[in-house]
């Protein structure tokens, strides 16, 4: 599959945890890019690493990447309530111009 | 305010017509798309267009055909080709469409119901 796959489907933690969602994919990439879907919202942008970057910061989000194991994780510290919603990794091949892969989500519930 | 606005919220619509998803971005981004979201699955792409009088095909582009006559416009209709349209869809627009560096942009989508 050219697409990320998020794991796991399914996350429920407590106010001031923190929550870890974790993307595979397949082929080589140029970037990789985190967002958020509120249900029944359309989506938002969080975050975007490049290929050649290993971490990145904004906020409560940590991202990285590992080329390598072709993975990448998202990392929400000190959860609320307000971060419940659908996240979502997609993919970015060099070699595909117009194409965003997306993966099925991991569903985020954050508990007060 | 900068957005891109998709119309209807809701649309329902009789097997065997055709209808039409608006999309309306005023951010001046030349790339625009178009994606179909099922109960429990990602986004899959329908058609994308990187500039005006321009698009490609997606992945599920059957039973669907966009234009491209302005920058700022996209729509997508639905024709009755499309044998199960029922779906969340959603419009993006970004700057370009290289990806290189440069961030989607969606609306809120429209929920296509067939009765």
């Known amino acids: 599959s050219q697409q990320g796959e998020e794991d796991p489907q399914a996350l429920s933690i407590q106010e001031g945890e923190n929550a870890t969602m974790n993307c595979s994919y397949k082929t080589s990439i140029n970037n990789l890019q985190w967002y958020r879907q509120n249900s029944g919202r359309g989506l938002v942008h969080l975050i975007l690493i490049r290929s050649n970057e290993r971490e990145k910061h904004s906020g409560r989000l940590r991202v990285t990447l590992d080329t390598s194991k072709k993975s990448s994780s998202l990392l929400i510290t000190a959860s609320r309530a307000a971060d419940t919603a659908s996240y979502f990794c997609a993919v970015v091949r060099g070699s595909t111009l117009g194409r965003l892969y997306f993966g099925r989500g991991t569903q985020l519930t954050v508990w007060p | 305010d900068g957005g891109i606005t998709q119309s209807p919220k809701y649309l329902f619509r009789k097997e065997g017509q055709n209808v039409t998803l608006s999309c309306e971005q005023n951010?001046?981004?030349?790339?625009m798309y178009w994606y179909r979201q099922d109960p429990g699955q990602g986004l899959r792409l329908i058609y994308y267009?990187?500039?005006?009088?321009?698009?490609q095909k997606g992945d599920i582009a059957e039973g669907y055909s966009v234009s491209r006559e302005k920058k700022e416009s996209f729509p997508l209709t639905v024709t009755s080709a499309q044998k199960n349209p029922t779906a969340f869809y959603l419009c993006?627009?970004?700057?370009?469409?290289?990806?290189?560096?440069?961030?989607?942009?969606f609306g809120q989508g429209t929920r296509l119901t067939v009765v």
């Open positions: 993006a627009s970004s700057k370009t469409g290289e990806w290189i560096s440069t961030e989607a942009f």
């Open positions: 267009s990187q500039i005006v009088n321009d698009f």
């Open positions: 951010l001046n981004h030349d790339a």
